[in-house]
């Protein structure tokens, strides 16, 4: 009771036949049933402030019951779960049936025979883990457990390369290394690229902006973030920085590429950001022989 209200007295109704009543507060009861049946039974209190609370509730009395043990309630995908069956009786002539359901769409994607079974769950959701239970009688019970299938958080992950030393500021940067632990999301993560604090807006990227070049303009240590989110929006974050020594680019060309002897191949260089102590382009004529 609240407050400094105290109970002074007790009443229990077993629908059994058994009633007990008795001043002070309630205590365990131990009470035998010989049917099977449901049996509603009450509990009535009443406090020294003469107050009077009553609780109505059901026992079901019956065999076989069927109670579902499982390792855990919840967990990710490719976790191997283990029911078991427990039975109110020792009877080695029950049968097990187990059906599990997937609650956003009310299908049965699997049944299962035996008092004990494995199972790793390959989707993301919630399900309704159902035993039924029958004795050679035909008697049957039947219990539920619902079990969450949780998504884990990605994987970031990117390196970088200058793959021209010609064009020691065009980077190529390669997120392929990211993924989802949640397989079923396989080629579903997007990726979201921001150098030093700028978001990059690029339309035409190989792998959903998993690979991409980017020129830097500027010597220094670039910050280079990389956030790839799954399709449960839930996201990963990889930092790292980019050194770059020089935006000094050189464009070479050579028309044509093949020719005959005493064919005239035209070279050609250019460097748009080199500084003034160096050419901007240059043009060669050679002829071979």
């Given at each position: 009771p609240t407050g400094w209200a105290k109970f002074r007295r007790t009443e229990w109704i077993f629908w059994n036949g058994v009633e007990r009543r008795y001043d002070g507060s309630p205590k365990i009861?131990?009470?035998?049933?010989?049917?099977?049946?449901?049996?509603?039974?009450?509990?009535?209190?009443?406090?020294?402030?003469?107050?009077?609370?009553?609780?109505?509730?059901?026992?079901?009395?019956?065999?076989?019951?069927?109670?579902?043990?499982?390792?855990?309630?919840?967990?990710?995908?490719?976790?191997?779960?283990?029911?078991?069956?427990?039975?109110?009786?020792?009877?080695?002539?029950?049968?097990?049936?187990?059906?599990?359901?997937?609650i956003s769409n009310d299908k049965i994607i699997s049944t299962k025979n035996g008092s004990l079974f494995n199972h790793v769950f390959s989707e993301k959701g919630r399900y309704n883990i159902q035993l039924q239970i029958k004795d050679a009688a035909w008697n049957q019970d039947t219990d539920t457990k619902i079990i969450y299938i949780n998504s884990r958080a990605p994987i970031a992950e990117f390196s970088y390369t200058i793959p021209d030393k010609a064009k020691p500021n065009r980077v190529l940067f390669d997120g392929t290394k990211s993924y989802d632990p949640d397989f079923s999301d396989s080629g579903k993560l997007k990726y979201i690229w921001t150098i030093n604090g700028e978001k990059i807006d690029i339309e035409a990227l190989d792998s959903k902006w998993a690979i991409w070049y980017y020129i830097f303009e500027n010597v220094w240590d670039q910050n280079v973030v990389l956030e790839v989110v799954d399709p449960d929006d839930m996201n990963a974050v990889k930092q790292q920085k980019v050194t770059i020594s020089s935006i000094v680019s050189v464009e070479f060309s050579s028309l044509p590429r093949v020719t005959q002897r005493w064919g005239t191949v035209r070279f050609s260089a250019t460097s748009p950001a080199s500084t003034a102590i160096t050419r901007e382009s240059c043009c060669q004529v050679a002829r071979f022989q």
């Open positions: 009861e131990r009470v035998v049933y010989s049917k099977e049946w449901n049996y509603p039974v009450s509990l009535k209190l009443t406090t020294n402030e003469w107050r009077v609370i009553e609780r109505i509730f059901t026992i079901a009395i019956h065999k076989p019951i069927a109670t579902i043990q499982a390792n855990k309630d919840d967990g990710y995908i490719g976790d191997k779960f283990t029911f078991s069956a427990r039975t109110s009786v020792n009877e080695k002539n029950l049968s097990y049936t187990w059906n599990i359901i997937d």
